[in-house]
């Protein structure tokens, strides 16, 4: 996805989508990450896919290009230690 995908519903092209795609909509503007964790400037891209139930979001800023994938985790982190 592109800047314009996260736009708000404005009238211009990006905020023009499928009803069937809304609910992905509205979660993806409210997830995105918009700041990058580096410099703190705004995000040239967050782009969001799923792996399995995981949704992520793969990062890139335009001011430092620093990359990296923010996860969604619900109310906790997600560890690798079983359940005590
Ligand atoms: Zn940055």
Known sequence: M??????????????????????????HRRDAPRFCPQCARDLGLANEFWEGDQRRFYCWCATCDWTGE???????AIGHEPEH
């Open 70 to 76: 923010v996860t969604t985790t619900g109310e906790t």
């Open 2 to 27: 592109t800047r314009a995908d996260v736009t708000p519903a404005d009238g211009s092209p990006g905020a023009r989508i499928d009803r069937r795609f809304a609910a992905d909509v509205e979660a």
